[in-house]
């Protein structure tokens, strides 16, 4: 960890050394007695440490030392790393499929959204696989649709079941019959008319109908004027025209009648017919599982008469619903197969690099991408924090970084992700910080940066630098004089060893929260040589 704040420091300027004499006379070399000199020397500093708690009184390193005022300052502690700068999301743009390139309206440069069409390739048999595969989806549905539909006996029209021709429980093929149904509440009458006169009769028109037996009139309608003019008794041309009319109730199919429209009559009678008469059949064979009428039932169009079950009609069923299935999945394949040739940016961003445009033939040989796509909006940054600070760094932490490419400036970010999965390497473990970029300047993805994680701040508090603090957590305090100008203790009663306690620091400044005053003055030694004591 580091600070990013400084405090002055003060050297003290070492005393003249004597003058070098005019003469000396030839040294000899004797080794001995120096080095029995050094010995001594070293004997009395260890007899000094041993023997100076049991005398007390104020002791000051003998040496050399600079001098440091306490004063108050902001205190930042960071964990620093460096790495590189990246997008926040990046994409290459690749194609599964080879073919020529009919489209590619982007420009190296240009901003994209997320969707867009980058290229289309031609498609080739690709769209006619996925025609065919529509198809057959179709005639699969249809299929499955018609069997099932097999499977349900519905009325064709709204009548009354004359009769059953089946139980529940029976096994009947295809085409058996299952119910007569008639509609007998409307009667239609068909008899030929003269040709002349037929041609003058039109469709809607009134009549008047005469029953055979009982000379009753009743009302009709015309519903239909054949077109052809077939030769009737005696040679003569006629056309049939049908006439339809309510059933009071006593009308039946062998009721006998003859017709007059405005002022035509008939060339000669026929037999009533109901609107409905039709013998209702199975499309499919098996079991008859259920009878839904009986004889005598009212049944409109659509009215389920009977279902057809049974474990060889469910089979089928079941292969006309696989196929469907089958289908569908061929369908999808060959959706996805076209949709290769169709290539959108799956991300919002900038072209940062385009190696394909229209018209260009792709056989599979390329290598590289077609295109490539930034997302700018952010950068983001991943540096590797030692294990024995990254219990320091938190998610959303404030982080400084600068670069060597832009110098003079400072950029912001936050730290976005703090991973556990560490790498260890020589024993040394560190762990990979993701730091979020939201206004980077000048910055550019590849620029390579140093950054600070701000872990703690302290505003305008008393430091001094950590070179003061002794390892047992004292000072000491000098006062005027203490110190000759070169830096040697001058007067060792203006020297105090005093406790302090301490708060924030990092590798040069350290926070003092009591034991020091704002303006007072500590030694750093700069080299220790021996210790002198003043009782």
Known sequence: METTQASPETTLSPAQEPAAPLWTGPKKRRKWPKRLGIALVVLAVLAWVVVRPMLGGTTAAAG????????????????????????????????????????????????????????????????????QAQLAVQQAQLNYDTLAASLQVKAIGSGVVQALHVQEGDLIAAGAPIADVSDTSTMTLTVPFQSADASQISVGQGAQVTLSGTLETLPGTVEHVAPADPVGRGGALVRPVKIRLTNP???????????????FACAAGGTLSPKLNQTITAAAGGEVTALNVSQGSLVSAGTVLASIGGESAQNSLADAALAVQNAQLSLQSAQQALENYT?????????????????????????????????????????????????????????????????????????????????????????????????????????????????????DVLCVPVEAVNSDGTVLAAGEGALNPDGSVADPSKIETRAVTLGLGDEEYIEVTSGLEEGETVLLPQQIAGAVWEG
């Open 249 to 263: 109730g006593a009308l039946t199919e062998t009721t006998q009648a003859t017709a007059r429209v405005g002022s």
């Open 343 to 459: 290539i959108t940016s799956p991300i919002s961003g900038t072209v940062i690099e385009k190696n394909l445009k229209a018209w260009d033939q792709m056989d599979g040989s390329e290598s590289g991408a077609m295109a490539v796509i930034y997302d700018l909006s952010q950068l983001e940054l991943e540096m590797n924090v030692s294990e024995l600070d990254i219990g320091s760094v938190h998610v959303g932490q404030e982080v400084e970084i600068t670069a060597e490419a832009i110098p003079g400036q400072t950029f912001a970010g936050t730290v976005e992700k703090v991973n556990i999965n560490g790498t260890t390497t020589d024993g040394f473990t560190t762990y990979p910080v993701t730091i979020l970029l939201t206004q980077y300047g000048d910055l550019n993805p590849g620029m390579n940066v140093s950054a600070d994680i701000v872990v703690e701040r302290s505003e």
């Open 64 to 131: 050399t030392y600079t001098t440091a005022q306490v004063q108050r300052q902001d205190l930042t502690v960071a964990v620093s790393g460096s790495g590189t700068v990246a997008p926040i999301e990046s994409y290459q743009v690749s194609a599964l499929v080879s073919g020529e390139i009919l489209e590619s309206p982007f420009e190296d440069g240009d901003r994209v959204e997320q969707g867009q069409l980058l290229y289309r390739i031609d498609p080739g048999s690709t769209q006619t696989a996925l025609q």
